[in-house]
């Protein structure tokens, strides 16, 4: 029997979807904030006066942005165990190694995407004054002095994104999305996405997810954060709008 859940997706698909079948497909969309946007909250210790002078470091759990009300640092991630296109594959060869930069007192991106076992991952410092690259997930800790860097293999994947941190600078973290697939994009600072190169004609589950919210089930549908579709061609899925009481937990 044709499941309820296959049936919802489906005719998302056939909604939502352009007849490209064959093609590497794409999904965008853009996640708002229902409500008045949150201000930004500075960080307050010490060490981040004394080190960073004349600058403003903020905490990014929640970063909204005024003006456009966009949600950044949304992870959006294939969580099934799926075939990468030869367009991704391409894409990840000429990228092997994903940065991941100690700057301005907060580790730049906040959360990105690892392929593992294709990608690597350089843990760099361009701040004068000493870093430390906290990942209990590789089970790694280097220290990092200005103007360093150093190079992780990654091998091993988890379904939740994976946290970085400072303990020298304990307001900073951020946070990798290690798959064993290429397909992770985080939402930029007004809240698009755009997860591109994707298989058409094989089930996949998107998950999103956001360092605050958990699983974010930002529509009654996406039952723990997931959209499980067949793509045909591109989605756009539009603008999102996300409760704030989701981010209340």
Known sequence: MFSKRLLRASLFAAVGCLPLVGEAAEIKGKFVYDGEAPAATAVTDPKAASEFPGQTINYENLVVDPASKGIANIAVYIRNDVAATPEAE???????????DNKNGR????????????????????????HNSNFPFAGVNPLL???????????????????????????????????????????????????????????????????????????????????????????????VKVSPELFNK
């Open 145 to 239: 002095t200005p103007n360093s860097e150093q190079e992780i293999p990654i091998s091993g994947a988890k379904t939740l994104p994976q946290e970085l941190s400072c303990s020298i600078h304990p307001w900073m973290k951020s946070y990798l999305v290690v798959r064993e697939n290429p397909y992770t994009v985080v939402t930029d600072k007004e809240g698009n996405f755009s997860m591109k190169n994707l298989p058409t004609g094989v089930e996949l589950e998107v998950q999103f997810w956001h360092e605050k919210a958990g699983y974010l089930a930002a529509k009654p549908e996406w039952e723990k954060g997931r959209l499980v579709v067949t793509l045909t061609g591109d989605m756009d899925l539009g603008e």
């Open 90 to 100: 391409a894409a990840v060869a000429a990228a092997p190694k994903v940065v991941v």
């Open 107 to 130: 580790f730049e991106p906040h959360i990105t995407g690892v392929w593992s076992g294709k990608q690597s991952v350089v843990f760099k410092n361009s701040d004068p004054v000493s």
